[in-house]
């Protein structure tokens, strides 16, 4: 396989390995596109957006509408939902290849892109099922930000209006993204000494801007205000996260983290090398207090990007000295490869919750189409998390049993039942289900929200 792969490469030139690796990656959006869109915040946006026909933003994160094209496209089409689901995921895979290709084929740095495949790739196989998080769309940006930088053929004008442009996108992506740029300037002070002042104007007017005309969500004040609060760390859901599972996942970053830092210390750039490794520790640091609370490890994984990101970035100043050609072009795409294995591996829980769900769906529908559930009838081991089931449930009965169900949750303590006519959102004002999308959706109009039989458990 290598040597096919290789004769292609020596025939088209500057196609490789990783780009092979990335169509792969590219093409799992296909294969596992029902996995990647019918499980809570997933199912919750794909509702949303069938729904109201057109995006959906959470928390002012505007870039966001560049995945959901495809599927917006496909909405306004008429298309059937499986087929916007298909469009949906791949949206989102999309959205990385196009960063990758214009940092590696257009802007020429190759061992940014292999950073960037490698991020999304390692330790990340339940993030992958994590489509629409915007953790993802700020590492993209980060990555398109170091390109530009990185770029000498660029002129300054082109140079200071992809910037501003990467900044507007990374402002309006996560929060997370001022770390990305924190990270970045950082490295490039490190290895070329230096200092874009301009550009902290540039982000402090975007950031400015973004308080005053569209203010801040609940989300982004808890996540700054969490900033504060230090002595979480040893008890932080995150770090007892890494402590089992980072020599299980994360073998190849620490491998190359090792031989980042072994060259730095040999070409006797101490300094370089303190900075190096005080920046893991930070980040680290920060990403412990941030997720002090935490519920699967799936949250974990998209939290932990950026960790990643500064792990291995500096490889883009150092590779071409000290990187062996046999572990670029060999052991890394093999580990790369094996990513696959992995998420593969993941999927099977989520599938098999999808075919019980879309089974249990069936069974209850004779009751009617508007059904109420305790959270004790719900097993957490085979459901996971279930806080979309509304969601999940309307869009896997009209795809899989051409029904419109929907099976709503009461927390526990909740004495009271729904009795209302309308759809119950988790998060929004109930909706009348007359006021629905009736191209997807086709709740009764006269039907209230019938009781589980309490014997009944969810698994």
Known sequence: ?????????????????????????????????????????????????????????????????????????????????????????????????????????????????????????????????????????????????????????????????????????????????????????????????????????????????????????????????????????????????????????????????YLVSTYLYRQNLRKELGIYLLSIVGVYFILSILNAQGESHMMMQKTLYILSFTCLYPMVFVYDQWMNKLFLNVLIPLVLFASFYTINHASEKYTTRNERLVSQLDALSYNGDKLYIKESQIDPSSMLGSWALPYESAILSRWHLDKSITLSKLKSGNTGTPDQKDFIHVFDLPKPVNQMNRTYFQFADSTTYFPIDSTFILN
């Open 1 to 257: 396989m290598f040597a096919t792969i290789t004769n292609f490469s020596q025939k088209y030139g500057k196609y490789d390995i990783y780009d092979f690796i990335f169509c792969c990656f590219l093409a799992l959006g296909f294969v596992f596109y029902q996995e990647r869109t019918t499980y809570l915040d997933n199912a919750y946006l794909l509702f949303n957006m069938l729904d109201s026909s057109s995006f959906r933003i959470e928390h002012y994160r505007y870039a966001a509408i560049i995945p959901q094209i495809p599927a917006i496209i496909g909405i306004k089409l008429g298309l059937d939902i499986q087929f916007i689901a298909v469009l949906l995921s791949f949206g989102y895979l999309l959205f990385h290849f196009i960063v990758y290709w214009i940092v590696k084929h257009k802007l020429g740095q190759r061992a940014l892109g292999i950073v960037y495949l490698a991020c999304l790739l390692l330790a990340m196989h339940e993030s992958f099922f994590d489509m629409v998080t915007e953790t993802k769309l700020a590492l993209g940006m980060g990555v398109l930000y170091a390109g530009i930088l990185l770029t000498d053929s660029l002129s300054n004008s082109k140079k200071l209006v992809f910037t501003l442009l990467v900044f507007s996108l990374g402002v309006f992506s996560h929060p997370v993204f001022i770390l990305y740029f924190g990270v970045v300037l950082m490295f490039y002070w490190m290895f070329k000494k230096q200092v874009f002042w301009q550009h902290f104007v540039a982000i402090g007017i975007l950031y400015f801007i973004k308080s005053s005309f569209f203010g801040s969500s609940s989300y982004e004040t808890e996540f700054y205000k969490s900033l504060g609060n230090w002595t979480v760390f040893s008890s932080s859901f995150l770090h007892q996260y890494m402590i089992g599972h980072i020599g299980k996942y994360y073998k190849l970053i620490i491998i190359l983290t």
